[in-house]
């Protein structure tokens, strides 16, 4: 099992970047695959994740609307499309597996991040002018 980040870097407000995970091993149905972020002090919090079966798509609150996560199953990929970017998103953010539904209970922070069985190593982003 291996999930592996890349396309963080540093951007202006405002701006666009697009994030993607290979997803290799896996054998959970569902399978769901998530974005979380996590800045130093704080505790690793959710912000998308997607049903690689069925294509739900589940966002939390603040990133409705300019964050969009997607997946490519013919090529194992996992996007997500960050726009309208804010300097509160700056963080390390992380690609993520388990089963469909506790990655949503974790995203709802219904139950805490550790719960998640599967992370990558992360990759940073910045947003600043």
């Known amino acids: 099992v291996q999930l592996v980040e890349s396309g963080g870097g540093l951007v202006q407000p405002g701006g666009s970047l697009r994030l993607s995970c290979a997803v290799h091993g896996f054998t959970l149905d569902p399978l769901g695959i998530g974005w979380f972020r996590q800045v130093p002090g704080k505790e690793r919090e959710g912000v998308a994740c997607i049903n690689v079966k069925d294509g739900n798509t589940y966002y939390e609150d603040s990133v409705q609307g300019r964050f969009t996560i997607s997946s490519d199953n013919a090529k194992n990929m996992v996007y997500l499309q960050m726009n309208a970017l804010k300097p509160e998103d700056t963080a390390v953010y992380y690609c993520?597996?388990?089963?469909?539904?506790?990655?949503?209970?974790?995203?709802?922070?219904?139950?805490?991040?550790?719960?998640?069985?599967?992370w990558g190593r992360g990759t940073a982003v910045t947003v600043s002018s």
């Open positions: 993520a597996g388990d089963l469909i539904d506790p990655l949503v209970a974790v995203l709802r922070k219904a139950l805490p991040y550790r719960h998640v069985a599967h």
